[in-house]
């Protein structure tokens, strides 16, 4: 089942990209109207066929700098692809109507090169943007009264989360060590790790030395992990060893009392049902656990419901990185209940996060690389 899925998603994906580099191939073709053209669009063709180029080299027969800059320019690009067919399609829209309505003039070869070299001018910009954009941090800082239970602590508790790594080809390890140093900086009790801390596999971890990195964390009340999408991609068993290496606990439907004041419940990634590791009903997890303020960490913000009826005090989730570039935030939107920020359903609070690191294109336009802050405040 699980190559099954993961030949289909390629596939899928492949497909997907050859249809809509043509669609934009056949929009370039149409605006041609100088001898440098047939340069400029052969330009294209090899920066549109570098990305996955660069990944088939990179997996299959070599991997070097040449492969390195292959996919460094046609992750960019995948950026530039996405705002490319946002073109396209406006151009398409305004044909139809110009077909329509007569008052509106149709567009020449003329206008429509016009077009694309301020459109491409525009975008280029607009990608520059959204790539210095991936390299800020933001903290977000949320702040919560905690009813103080005999016997348990009662001063504040410091909680860093941070959701989607995804370690691999622009996650390096310089960033990863920025990341366990801005952590390290907010002084936290206890580090939460929200799913899909790596990106494609195991070995991309141990090249960025991962593990040590996380090893580092300073942290008196554990590190902790749950799984993501990516997990099982990469191979779950394996991720959770690799962890376990730089002192995380990846919680797997398991739940554990942190500080001596609060109980953490992990659970399975929904997409773990298609690779055999189905997840339990949260209910099942909480039989039998000390009556303690309980938070959730469920990598995909799905099924929220569930966590409300079962009484939790809060839930974080990322996954939907606030869909990474505008306007597909909007998609994400209408795919999930929130597709970032806080939440609440009845006494339960949710945050979803956009996340940390970036999936495709190392870029972010609507939204910020983010470690949630909590601060638990207990009280009599």
Known sequence: METRLIVTLLVAALSSYAAANYYIFSHLRAAASSPGVFFLLTLWVITAISYPAGRLLEAYLVKNTLTWGMIWVGSYYLAFMAYALLLCLAVDIY????????????????????????????????????????RRIQITNIELAMPSHEGTAREDMRIAAISDIHVGCFMRNSRIKELVDTVNSLKPHTVWLAGDIVDESVYQAEEEKLAEEFSRLEAPYGVYAVTGNHEYYAGVDEVADYLRRGGVRLLRDEAVVVGNAILLVGRNDIRGNSFGDSRLPLRDILREVPPLPTFVLDHTPLELSETEEAGVTMQISGHTHNGQLFPFNLITSLIFEK??????KGNTIYYISCGFGTWGPPTRLGSVPEIVFLTLKFVP
């Open 95 to 134: 044909r139809l109507l110009s077909y329509l309505f007569a008052a509106l003039p149709p567009l020449s070869t003329v206008s429509r090169g016009k077009i694309w070299a301020i459109g491409s001018i525009a975008i280029i910009a607009l990608v520059v943007a959204a790539g210095l954009n991936a």
């Open 339 to 344: 597709s970032w920020g806080l939440l609440q």
